[in-house]
Each structure stands twice: as C-alpha cells, then as structure tokens.
C-alpha cells in the first residue's frame, strides 16, 4: 500500500545559463504559454516547416499561439540539452504518437515527454528511462461520476465516490493526470485502456500505481509524482523505476 504522506511540494528554479547537465536525475520545466507577439515571434522561428503548418491549422488564434510557445519553448530546452540550436533538433514519433528525439539525427539517450492546459506547459525529461507528464485545469463541471464510471477502474470510481463531494473534482484530477501520465510513460496511447489498471486519488494518498492487468510487476517498476504547479491544476509525472531524484525549472519566455 502507498504511505499516506505525499513528497513535498515541487519548487520550480529559473534555470542557470548555459547547458544544464542531466545525469540519473528527472527535470520537469514549466512554461507560461500566453506570451507577449515578440518572444513568440521568435520561438516560431525556431519551428520546422510541418510545425509551423500545424500551428496555421488550428482554427482559433489562441490555441494557435499556445502551440507555437509551447513547441518552441520545447525545443529551447532541449536544445540547452544536446548543445544545439533549437531549430536543429529533430522528431520522431512512435506508432502511438509519442514523440522522440529522431535516431537519425540525435545520438541520444535523452526521453521526454510534455502537457499543456490552460495556459501553462510542462515538460518533463530524463535519460535511458520513460517519462510521461500530464497537467489539467481542474474543473468540477467535467468531473462527473458519469465520466468517472466511463474511463476509470470499479476500485478507483469506489474510492472517488468514498470521498466528500467537496473533494471529489481534486480527487477526479489527480486520478485522471496519474492515469494519464502512466500511458504517456508507456508510449501506448489508447491501445492501454485507462480503466485496465489502478493509481490512487485520494488527496491524502501518496501517488501510486497500485495495480496493472497483465502486468503483476508494474507497480514495483513505476513511480507516480504530484506535481504542484499552480492553483486549481492538477498534474502528475510517471517514471520508470525508482532510483530518481527531481529536479523542477522555470523556463524563460525569452528562447
């Protein structure tokens, strides 16, 4: 069973200048999408000819804006990593969408992964060893018992309905960024069905992956993380084995 302490509160650092070294270590950066027209504009130079088609896809100019900050603010930060510029990083994508550094152009053990709600972006990143991050703002009006009883486990919808109703939208979100942290992790998009295995939720539980079908030993080589990033959002980080620490950046709106 989980301890029922949660780890501390993660406090986020502006990062120093230059390269940032990444060891054994988990960072997760943080990322304020709603930027002014010129740190934007120059984040979209940085974009490949595919994203910048992307971002002219989106119908509404806000999501627009948010995706190139966030795309470019990623490639910023890894290029800090790999010591490039940030329009020479390159991606690939598995067969469930996960992105990746391209083999073809990076010879790299870095992973990453990375989630956006409501204006905020995080990004999480570690080498040789899975990672998966989601963040959502918390809205008690789409956490209903109905959706609850669609996507999560009979334990977890048990557990959710145990608690006050003053609690429930938190618990609803906690359990949703820590399910959907663990499938980012994986890289198996939908073909991992959320109701299949267990996390917990309640605001008093540490996070946990309790249970996973077909995989006994899931819950011995997964660590799930609170991440406290801002009022009213609720994110979580999913990481392979469990002989990490975290470390937490504040990411400039200047690339």
Known sequence: ???????????????????????????????????????????????????????????????????????????????????????????????????????????????????????????????????????EWIRPDFATHEIALRFFSPPEVSALCSLPSSLQPTAFFNCWTRKEAFIKARGLGLSLPLDRFVVTLAPDAAPALLSAQGDPQAHHRWQLRELNVGDNFAAALAVEGRDWELKCWECSSEP
Request: net charge neutral; aromatic share 10%.
């Open 1 to 135: 069973m989980p301890d029922q302490i949660n780890a501390p509160s993660v406090i986020f650092f502006p990062p120093p200048s230059g390269r940032i070294e990444l060891g054994s270590e988990v960072h997760v950066w943080r990322a304020q999408l709603d930027l002014g027209d010129g740190p934007r504009a120059k984040l979209e130079q940085t974009l490949s000819a595919d994203e910048r088609a992307r971002a002219g896809r989106f119908h509404f100019e806000k999501d627009r804006h948010h995706y190139i900050a966030g795309r470019g603010s990623l490639r910023a930060i890894l290029g800090r990593y790999l010591d490039l510029e940030p329009d020479q990083v390159r991606f690939s994508y598995n067969a469930f969408g996960k992105p990746g550094l391209d083999p073809g152009a990076h010879q790299s053990s870095l992973h990453f992964n990375l989630a956006h709600s409501h204006g905020l972006a995080l990004f999480a990143f570690n080498r040789n060893r899975q990672v998966g991050i989601d963040v």
